[in-house]
Structure formats: C-alpha cells, structure tokens
C-alpha cells in the first residue's frame, strides 16, 4: 500500500526541498496543507503515515496575529500523544516544542547561513548521513526552544544547545534547515529580502556563495537522513 507524507507549509517558498525526491524514492504519496488557509481539522493530517511541519518566518507563540497557531499546535499535539510519525523543521520544530509543553522564546543570537554542529551520542545515530559528512546545515532563526520532557538532545551549537531534538522512534525535530537546497534558497533570497537587509553581517551574494559551497553535501545528506530515520526509526 502506498504511503502518504503531509507537509503543512507556513509561505509557499519553505517547501520540503531535498525531502521529496527522497519521500518519493521510497514511494511515498505528498501532499501539501496551507497555513492559514486549510483546515486543521482535516482527518488526513492524523491519518497520514508522516507529516512534516515546515518552517516561516512568524513565531511559535503568535497566536494572537496568526490564531491558526492554536489549532496547528493541538493537531501536531494529538499525532505525538498517538505516536505518529512528526517532523519539524525550525518553525515547526519550535511548534512541536510547544505541543510537548516546552517553552520557545527569543534566542540572544539571529542565525541565517550554514554552520556545523555538534552531535550527541544518540545525534550521531539518528543524523548519522549528516553528521558523518560533516555537511554544514542552514540555519534561518532567531527563536529557540528549551528541551521538551522525555525528549533527547541529538545535536548543538555555540549559540544554541537545542539545534535537534528526538522523542521515541516516531518524532524527529530540527532547529535548522536539514531541507533546504541551493537552488531553493534562491526563492528564500527574495521571499525573506526585508529580514537579509536589516541582519547586520548578512547579504545575499554571501549566503548565495555559501549556498553553493555547502548546499550539495547537505543536499545528499539530508535525504539519506530522512530515508534512514522512515525505515529504522519511525514505526510503520
């Protein structure tokens, strides 16, 4: 039976990037939901066998500008209370943080361009394609989140000790941009154009060039990442 990944998108540009060619590989079915425009009472969203809440530019706790916040949170909040396998990436890391009754606020450091990690134990296991490629992930925030309960730190930084987290087999968050492709970001570059203006140190024709020096190995890593964690770690 064919499987099916959901993806809810917060802007049109943050797409699943280097994850499709590596969902459809192993045969999987995607489908996108709209922030702020579909439901979240949408059956599908607990019935599909991976969804993947992306990332965007609004916070994790503006629910009072964005109410779809709340109903986002509660769907992702019934799938990790169900054991369903649950992505996030940065955005939806930080919303996954928050269902799990974590606290997510402004981080003292704004993180745009690549940058390396540091793995635990258990992160060498999980983003093993990642960490053992040594592959500089993006990184496109200035929130941060304390650990959840139960949950395992896999991976840190000089700014951040929350880049990655897991719970059980069944749900993988990352603080970063484990997605994102070189090609992509040229859709970032111009959707995110107000954000690279006024971050001093930051500009475009300097992450474009970091973009090519450390998108393909990141590219190549990351979908072995998500491929490895769907047939070891994420139940069927």
Not at 149 to 155: E, I, P, S, T
Request: net charge negative; proline share 5%.
């Amino acid at each position: 039976m064919t499987k099916r990944a959901l993806a809810i998108r917060h802007v049109h540009f943050e797409d699943l990037g280097s994850f499709r060619p590596a969902l459809e590989t192993l045969g999987y079915r995607i489908g996108y939901r709209e922030a702020g425009l579909d439901s979240f009472a949408d059956p599908a969203l607990m019935d599909a066998d991976l969804l993947v809440v992306l990332g965007g530019p609004i916070g994790a706790c503006e629910e009072a500008s964005y109410p779809f916040l709340s109903d986002e949170i509660a769907v992702i909040e019934r799938r990790l209370a169900a054991r369903r396998p649950t992505i996030g990436i940065c955005l939806g890391a930080q919303l996954m943080a928050r269902a799990l009754g974590a606290r997510v606020y402004p981080g003292g450091v704004k993180e745009i361009g690549y940058g390396r990690l540091t793995y635990t134990l258990e992160g060498e296991q999980v983003l093993a394609p990642v960490a053992e490629a040594g592959a500089a992930v993006l990184h496109w925030h200035g929130d941060t989140f304390d650990l959840p309960a139960g949950a395992v730190r896999l991976a840190s930084n000089a700014h951040y000790e929350n880049q990655a987290f897991a719970l059980g087999d069944f749900a993988l968050a990352t603080q970063f941009h484990i997605e994102a492709t070189a090609a992509g970001l040229e859709r970032w570059f111009i959707g995110h154009t107000l954000e690279i203006a006024t971050t001093p140190g930051v500009d475009v024709p300097a992450l474009r060039a970091q973009a090519a020096q450390e998108g393909p190995a990141l590219e190549a890593a990351a979908g072995e990442t998500l491929k490895q964690w769907l047939r070891v770690g994420a139940p069927a």
